[in-house]
């Protein structure tokens, strides 16, 4: 298993701005993902974010909207940029704990940011 | 594409046992899961199952799979309040890991007493 933080948990924005959404994990994991939960909906993955390439995107998400770092084997931040109030969601970090063998790859999520852009 | 489907709400009396349907469309997945959100909490991966397999137990969990109609199932026995949440059916695409999940919208499951 993998245990995984995010910050903030929680956050209110204005219109216009950007927010940006960390996420640590306590192992080192070969492949991050980033979701949106919208109120009421289900997840939708935006990105797979892997270490030391660029981030790979979803139809519907691009970079300039939602740029994402990956700078090590334990972080990554996914930015929402120029808010509006259709982006207030839960964005969830997840990890792919690759364990190999006779055990599958498995995810495991973060507890969520939950943003409002006002 | 790929297309996960669930019915919404599931009520059940406290006690009882509480099964959650949850259909699918591409035959080529790797691997099925579910998982639990409660209320103002992330998700908690339940349980998963191999698509080889046509059946897993876990204590008060039974997960079914039909490869063939593509339909899966979770059974919770002896349904408790805590067991009350939002139970979420995942696909993973052929390459498992290397693939995001696609998800269930979500069934509420809501506990009488």
């Known amino acids: 298993s993998a245990v995984i933080s995010q910050k903030p948990s929680r956050d209110i924005c204005q219109r216009g701005t950007s927010l940006t959404i960390q996420c640590q994990v306590d192992?080192?994991?070969?492949?991050m993902f980033w979701y949106r939960q919208q109120p009421g909906q289900s997840l939708t993955l935006i990105a797979t974010?892997?270490?030391?390439?660029?981030?790979?995107?979803e139809s519907g998400f691009v970079i300039d909207k939602f740029p994402i770092s990956r700078p090590n084997l334990t972080f990554s931040t996914l930015t929402v940029s120029n808010m509006s109030p259709e982006d207030s969601s839960i964005y969830l970090c997840?990890?792919?704990?690759?364990?190999?063998?006779?055990?599958?790859?498995?995810?495991?999520f973060g507890p969520g940011t939950r943003l409002t852009v006002l | 594409g790929e297309d996960v489907e669930q019915s919404l709400f599931l009520s059940v009396r406290e006690g009882d046992s509480s099964v959650i349907n949850c259909t699918y469309t591409?035959?080529?997945?790797?691997?099925l899961y579910w998982y639990k959100q409660e209320p103002g909490a992330g998700l908690q991966l339940l349980t998963y199952?191999?698509?080889?397999?046509d059946m897993k137990q876990d204590q008060r969990l039974t997960v079914l799979l039909n490869k063939k109609d593509k339909h899966l199932s979770l059974r919770i026995a002896d349904t408790q309040t805590g067991d009350s949440a939002i139970y979420f059916c995942?696909?993973?695409?052929?390459?498992?890991?290397?693939?995001?999940?696609?998800f269930g919208k979500g069934t509420h499951l809501i506990i009488q007493p």
């Open positions: 192992s080192q994991v070969t492949m």
């Open positions: 974010a892997n270490q030391g390439s660029e981030a790979t995107y």
């Open positions: 995942a696909e993973s695409p052929a390459g498992g890991g290397a693939d995001g999940l696609t």
């Open positions: 591409d035959s080529s997945s790797t691997y």
């Open positions: 199952i191999f698509s080889n397999m």
């Open positions: 997840s990890v792919d704990t690759g364990l190999g063998g006779l055990a599958p790859d498995t995810q495991y």
